[in-house]
């Protein structure tokens, strides 16, 4: 199972369930453990290994306790939000609760109105789709140049200029 990772100022604020077209009901009973996994896979595994402050980052859960990291991705409205909305995202109010250190986790919690992803024809990830038109390259080499990963204050359309 795959999971889409928020990182802003360092710290995980928020974790996807990648595929939001599907229903997993063993996710129910087990979100607390996957939250903690994940959390400990980034704490070991990529903060301080990687400089940006802000950025996405996907894992895939092999099994439990061990994952592997998929790709980075920009914290920016380029990158799909999945089950949050980058107003949640970039908001530091909403993000934070007073109750605990654990990043917001968000995964579908039913199978009533799951529709199939407009990607499903092609079987490929959704990456790879967006890959082949050459654009998602040309996208990220800019908004690394730029900073912007550093400073989300730009609009989309200065980003690509």
Not at 56 to 65: K, T
Not at 144 to 152: H, L, R, S
Request: aromatic share 14%.
């Amino acid at each position: 199972m795959e999971f889409r990772c928020f990182v802003r100022d360092h710290c995980l604020i928020a974790v996807s369930q990648r595929d939001y077209s599907a229903f997993y009901d063993y996710l129910i009973p087990h979100q607390d453990e996957l939250v903690t996994e994940i959390s400990e896979y980034f704490r070991k595994h990529v903060l301080c290994k990687f400089s940006q402050r802000q950025y996405v980052f996907d894992i895939y859960r092999e099994l439990p306790g061990s994952y592997v990291l998929i790709d980075f991705n920009p914290f920016d409205r380029v990158t799909e939000p999945l089950l949050f909305t980058w107003e949640e995202l970039t908001d530091t109010h909403t993000m934070e609760s007073e109750e605990t250190q654990h990043a917001m986790f968000r995964f579908v919690t039913s199978d009533a109105g799951i529709q199939p992803s407009k990607d499903a024809y092609s079987r490929l990830p959704t990456d790879i789709i967006d890959l082949s038109t050459g654009d998602d390259i040309a996208k990220f080499v800019n908004l690394f140049q730029k900073g912007t990963w550093e400073d989300n204050s730009s609009s989309e359309d200065e980003t690509y200029q």
